[in-house]
């Protein structure tokens, strides 16, 4: 019961709410079809449900590279072949190159997040034979045993609905004596906009449905990739609170950066109406402050 429960920080009555849904989702066996949840959330960054995520890099590059800057900061890539899992647009990537790595492949999911990263590399001028880029499923990463000097995932793995075995295809995929630099949600990632925006949302389309999003604390991640092989394992904790400009630009980012994925449990006719609701919400409390709480780990294997 413990990974159905939410954990993140919401207000109590909204946690209340999310929780008795969880578990009527965990009855109804609605929690056991990853592979529908993945499929949810692939099909959200494909622009599927709402077009918000064309505004991906507008929105929120500028938050991925401060975040990428911090998780990747000490970390030598000269002459390295690393793979960066659920890579988005390619910012983390990007760096990389900028510091000396011999070749990079970017993973994501999202057809449409690739073909926008492919676009950037080319319009920024990297050698496409150095920076590759390949549709996966972190759980089930298409690539021979120890394949790479240093594997990256950055913030994506909150949306890995079988974390474990992220983390094992993560270690079998890895050289020994490689790192993995792991980023993930933490406890108060993002949460003044999930919260208003669960308050705006039309419940009955949402009854009995787990929202695919799992953030963790410093803790979990340090037990989680020890007990799949990584030594040496540390962690770090960076907050930002993101002040924008007035609450219907902190909405817009909010459904940039996440692509509104779950709208695919909302009837397509009552989409444009939820949101424009949902950006009430936000006028409405004066959301103006998103957190970005971000979980960074790293480990060797030996």
Request: with cysteine; proline share 3%.
């Given at each position: 019961?413990?990974?159905?429960?939410?954990?993140?920080?919401?207000?109590?009555?909204?946690?209340?709410?999310?929780?008795?849904?969880?578990?009527?989702?965990?009855?109804?066996?609605?929690?056991?079809?990853?592979?529908?949840?993945?499929?949810?959330?692939?099909?959200g960054y494909e622009g599927i449900f709402t077009n918000h995520v064309t505004r991906?890099?507008?929105?929120?590059?500028?938050?991925?590279?401060?975040?990428?800057?911090?998780?990747?900061?000490?970390?030598?890539?000269?002459?390295?072949?690393?793979?960066?899992?659920?890579?988005?647009?390619?910012?983390?990537?990007?760096?990389?190159?900028?510091?000396?790595?011999?070749?990079?492949?970017?993973?994501?999911?999202?057809?449409?997040?690739?073909?926008?990263?492919?676009?950037?590399?080319?319009?920024?001028?990297?050698?496409?034979?150095?920076?590759?880029?390949?549709?996966?499923?972190?759980?089930?990463?298409?690539?021979?045993?120890?394949?790479?000097?240093?594997?990256?995932?950055?913030?994506?793995?909150?949306?890995?609905?079988?974390?474990?075995?992220?983390?094992?295809?993560?270690?079998?995929?890895?050289?020994?004596?490689?790192?993995?630099?792991?980023?993930?949600?933490?406890?108060?990632?993002?949460?003044?906009?999930?919260?208003?925006?669960?308050?705006?949302?039309?419940?009955?389309?949402?009854?009995?449905?787990?929202?695919?999003?799992?953030?963790?604390t410093e803790k979990q991640i340090h037990v989680l990739m020890e007990n799949n092989?990584?030594?040496?394992?540390?962690?770090?904790?960076?907050?930002?609170?993101?002040?924008?400009?007035?609450?219907?630009?902190?909405?817009?980012?909010?459904?940039?950066?996440?692509?509104?994925?779950?709208?695919?449990?909302?009837?397509?006719?009552?989409?444009?109406?939820?949101?424009?609701?949902?950006?009430?919400?936000?006028?409405?409390?004066?959301?103006?402050?998103?957190?970005?709480?971000?979980?960074?780990?790293?480990?060797?294997?030996?």
């Open positions: 019961m413990k990974s159905i429960l939410w954990t993140g920080k919401l207000s109590l009555s909204i946690r209340l709410l999310v929780n008795a849904n969880n578990i009527l989702a965990w009855l109804l066996g609605n929690t056991k079809d990853k592979v529908e949840m993945k499929e949810r959330i692939r099909l991906y890099d507008e929105l929120s590059a500028y938050f991925q590279k401060r975040t990428a800057l911090a998780q990747l900061e000490g970390i030598d890539f000269h002459g390295k072949e690393i793979i960066d899992i659920g890579c988005g647009t390619g910012i983390i990537a990007f760096l990389t190159m900028d510091s000396g790595a011999a070749k990079v492949i970017c993973g994501d999911i999202s057809d449409y997040m690739l073909k926008r990263g492919k676009e950037n590399a080319k319009e920024l001028g990297y050698n496409l034979k150095q920076i590759q880029f390949s549709q996966l499923d972190a759980e089930s990463l298409p690539f021979d045993d120890e394949s790479f000097d240093i594997v990256l995932s950055g913030n994506a793995f909150g949306l890995f609905p079988n974390q474990q075995k992220a983390v094992k295809e993560m270690f079998r995929v890895l050289r020994p004596g490689g790192m993995l630099s792991l980023g993930a949600h933490g406890p108060e990632h993002y949460w003044e906009a999930i919260d208003t925006t669960i308050r705006a949302l039309n419940k009955k389309n949402l009854l009995g449905y787990r929202f695919e999003f799992w953030p963790r092989g990584f030594i040496d394992v540390r962690t770090n904790r960076f907050i930002w609170r993101n002040l924008f400009k007035n609450p219907i630009e902190a909405c817009d980012f909010f459904a940039a950066v996440s692509s509104n994925w779950w709208y695919a449990k909302i009837p397509d006719n009552k989409r444009s109406q939820e949101y424009d609701k949902t950006q009430k919400y936000f006028i409405k409390n004066g959301i103006r402050i998103i957190t970005d709480d971000v979980i960074v780990a790293y480990g060797i294997k030996a």
